[in-house]
């Protein structure tokens, strides 16, 4: 299947992130190290091939004056970078991207590495908005500290496939042992309750997960929603129900993350994974509604 985006005009002026993953996932980039008295938060101390890596990232701009960098993050493993293609141009994005690939390979040669140095083709995320560009750069600036969370805390961030949870057969990540908790209740709130409703339903719920019960729900009404941000703003526990399974290599993103490495979250799904969006419809949110019931009333 393509990675593009079918329609996207991938020689036009765009923001777009890069991915470039080492084949077979080999951490030869560099090395995860832990906070010091330089480093605030986890860092990555690149081996010789990362920081040749690095030199043929910022490269870039000399070979194609139309391309600006911004952020990039060297992983043990993979490597992010963020550029603009400033304006419309007869040169494809992949055109960029596999030249900056060759010269990877090219210096791995000089350096006697023989096995393949990348995986075939590439990621890459359209940033559409300055909004995207901020959270993006964030979201690279903050990989070598997400990745140490989920080294420290490998059994929360786990994808589990077959988890046997009120009689069904579910997948999950996070923190199974919620299930344990002698306490836990059902957060529904209707698409018909009004901004003070919801508000004095955000403070019923947020009063008993501060008492140690654990809020269930898929989170699908605004009322729903709004509880289950300010339980995880307080560090409370959640069981989130969503729509779709977990490859592999999923993760939580965003604060999901976090409160999955403080054991503050249990993500399950009654469905396996698909890569496209079916949408939420009544079935489904009745399903997934009537999971977060069943898991918090059983024994």
């Known amino acids: 299947m393509s990675r593009r985006k079918t329609g996207h005009d991938y020689y036009d ?34 081996t010789p091939l990362g920081d040749a890596v690095k030199r043929c990232w910022h490269e870039i701009p000399f070979h194609y004056s139309h391309v ?70 964030n979201y690279v600036h903050d990989n070598p500290r997400r990745l140490w969370e989920k080294r420290c805390h490998s059994d929360f961030f786990k994808v589990r496939k077959t988890v046997d949870v009120a009689g069904h ?49 898929p989170g699908i009404s605004p009322g729903e929603k709004q509880v289950i941000e300010a339980a995880q703003a307080a560090h409370c526990k959640v069981i989130k129900i969503v729509d779709n399974g977990f490859t592999p290599l999923s993760k939580p993103s965003g604060k999901d993350f976090d409160a999955c490495a403080r054991g503050d979250l249990l993500l399950i799904s009654p469905f396996k994974h698909r890569n496209h969006n079916t949408g939420l419809t009544e079935q489904i949110c009745y399903h997934l509604n009537s999971l977060a019931a069943e898991i918090a009333t059983m024994e």
């Open 169 to 217: 057969q579910v997948e999950a990540i996070g923190n199974l042992f919620l299930l344990d908790f002698p306490l836990r209740a059902a957060v529904q709130c209707s698409r018909k309750l009004t901004k003070e409703q919801i508000q004095e339903r955000v403070e019923h719920f947020l009063a008993m997960a501060q008492r140690g019960v654990v809020l269930v729900s």
């Open 13 to 46: 002026c765009c923001v777009y992130m890069i991915t470039v993953v080492v084949a077979g996932r080999r951490d030869v980039l560099g090395t995860l190290c832990a906070p010091d008295e330089c480093h605030s938060i986890a860092w990555v101390k690149a």
């Open 68 to 137: 600006k960098l911004f952020i990039s993050q060297l992983m043990p493993d993979h490597f992010h970078g963020i550029l603009y293609v400033t304006e419309k141009t007869e040169v494809h994005l992949g055109t960029i991207v596999r030249n900056f690939k060759k010269a990877c390979n090219f210096a791995a040669c000089k350096m006697n590495i023989s096995q393949p140095l990348w995986e075939n083709d590439y990621h890459d995320l359209i940033l559409n908005s300055r909004d995207q560009l901020s959270n993006m750069i």
